[in-house]
């Protein structure tokens, strides 16, 4: 699910790169990207902190 959510946030930003958007419509879609971003990058901190715990025990 996690891959799939990249694979489409990776060609929504080349076609933000490509297309004649204004610089406001470019910061406003770097800044949607980075939202979705936090969301992933979560819960793969969650999931690395989850694994670490594992070896620990």
Known sequence: ME???LQRIDFFLKL???SECSDEEKGL????VSELTD?????I?????????DVIS
């Open 39 to 43: 969301e992933l990058m979560a819960k």
């Open 29 to 32: 879609a770097l800044q949607w």
């Open 16 to 18: 933000v790169a490509a």
């Open 3 to 5: 891959s799939l959510k």
């Open 45 to 53: 901190r969650t999931h690395e902190y989850n694994r670490s715990m």
